[in-house]
């Protein structure tokens, strides 16, 4: 039989891009709502929209958190 390859970050690798991904969506909606863009581009808006923003960052905050509880667990 043929030995097994070891895993790139183990066998926790989706829980690890969970804790990434879900970190990041976190971080990146918060950064926006806190400083918004100095200036603004023709087709941009002036801030992002709160309700959006707000929504996404509890999503990736919630991803952030099972993953962590996952790799703890």
Known sequence: MLAAEPVFLGED??????????????????LALVRPPRETRRG?????????????AVVGLVAAIWALASLTG
Not at 13 to 30: E, P, Q
């Open 44 to 56: 941009e808006l002036a801030r992002a929209p709160v309700a959006r923003s707000v929504v996404m």
């Open 13 to 30: 690798l989706l829980a690890w891009l969970l804790l990434a991904l879900g970190g990041a969506l976190a971080v990146g909606n918060a």
